[in-house]
């Protein structure tokens, strides 16, 4: 009897823990689902839809649930592609850089839009629509992207002040973009795109890297205006051949260039924007020039440049072109639709060309 009763306890005391483990066993499980699915609610309502309301019933928070996960759907991959082009910080850095990954600025003025701006939308700047755009001084209608022509309202001059107001419109415009590398080239600047493309494939945008090549073979010297006594000297990349700056060493610029600062910063030295980018990295921020010698600007002998296709920018002036067998020089003075035809002969430009046709 006494084996029995102790018997009986302790099947009851096995039924009562068992009854109770699977109770808390469904609760539990139960309610780690409803936090799962209020938590991945959550998240995905705030990138689309808007702040959590935790007042909502199960019924209302499943039929929102669906309503957000169609609208992650809906948006088309237009709108996708435009996200991904305005933030493409977000991109890991671990990924390798692409066009989309480079801002590129051109420098230009009213006078020059038909006479020089052109001739760099027919060719190379027809690659790179999306990343390029144009730094000018009044209001046009040109064959590029919505919002791509920015009228920067600085003078239309070929003064310092005019040209550093450009500069710092273009620098504090890259900063919005949040891409990885500033490249600034001048309207009389050709461009091989997946050739810059691929040399910044080789460098690293977290890193400080001011790519570029001077046009004088020693650092430039001046005295600053606060203190005539003192000279300086710094390393500048000439700005018509061409230079990037990666995302590291612009954000490290922001204390001397950025809302407004750059025209400041060009102030104290009295020279222009290219030198007073020169001055911020080499002289007030100590960081080295890594000299890019396939850039070329009209300041060195052009018709010395040799392995055309190996190069990454050419620029011409009246009297100082690259030495190529193309089009006739009637057609082609500044020699930029040849050097665009030898490297890409599909292009549409280069039949019209072929056919005897000038082109602006
Ligand atoms: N530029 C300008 N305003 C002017 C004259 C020139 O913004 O009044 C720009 C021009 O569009 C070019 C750069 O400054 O991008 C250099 O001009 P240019 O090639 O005429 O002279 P350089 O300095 O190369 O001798
Ligand atoms: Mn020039």
């Known amino acids: 009897m006494r084996c029995s ?9 096995c039924l009562f823990i068992s009854v109770i483990s699977i109770v808390s066993y469904f609760h539990d499980n139960f309610e780690k689902s409803f936090i799962a699915q209020r ?48 933030h493409p910080s977000l991109k890991s850095k671990n990924e390798r850089t692409e066009l989309s990954d480079i801002f590129i600025a051109v ?17 190379w700047i027809g690659q790179a629509r999306e990343e390029t755009y144009i730094f000018t001084d009044d209001n046009d ?19 310092r002040i005019a040209l550093s107001c450009k500069m710092a419109v273009e620098y504090d415009f890259f900063m919005l973009t949040g891409k990885r590398w500033f490249c600034h080239l001048d ?3 050709y461009l091989n795109v997946p050739g810059l493309v691929k040399l910044l494939q080789s460098y690293n945008h977290t890193d400080d890297w ?40 612009a954000l490290k610029m922001m204390p001397h260039a950025s809302g407004g600062r750059f025209m400041t910063t060009s102030d104290m030295i009295r020279l222009p924007d290219d030198c007073t980018i020169g001055f911020i990295i080499n002289n007030l921020l100590q960081k080295e020039l890594t000299i ?5 600007s009209h300041l060195e002998a052009l018709w010395f440049v040799r392995n055309l296709q190996d190069q990454l920018t050419f620029s011409y002036s009246d009297t100082n072109i690259v030495h190529i067998d193309g089009f006739p020089k ?19 430009i280069c039949d019209t060309l072929r056919k005897g046709i000038t082109v602006a």
């Open 39 to 86: 938590q991945s609610f959550g998240q995905k309502q705030h990138g689309v839809l808007g702040p959590v309301d935790h007042q909502d019933s199960d019924i209302e928070l499943l039929s929102r649930k669906q309503r957000n996960a169609m609208s992650v759907e809906t948006i088309t991959d237009d709108e996708k592609e435009k996200r991904k082009n305005v």
């Open 292 to 296: 890019i010698d396939r850039f070329h």
């Open 141 to 159: 209608k040109l064959d590029l992207p919505d919002g791509h022509l920015i009228n920067t309202n600085c003078s239309n001059t070929h003064y």
């Open 5 to 13: 009763l102790r018997k009986f306890l302790k099947i009851s005391i």
């Open 330 to 348: 009637k057609q082609d003075p500044s020699r930029l639709y040849s050097i665009h035809c030898m490297l890409f002969p599909t292009a549409d």
């Open 187 to 189: 309207d009389d600047t």
């Open 210 to 249: 001011y790519l570029g090549r001077p046009s004088l073979r020693h650092p430039i010297e001046v005295m600053k205006r606060s203190n005539p006594e003192q000279k300086i000297a710094f390393w500048f990349a000439t700005g018509g051949a061409g230079f990037c700056i990666s995302r590291s060493l």
């Open 107 to 123: 420098k230009t003025t009213k006078k020059y839009h038909d006479r020089r701006l052109k001739l760099l939308i027919n060719t």
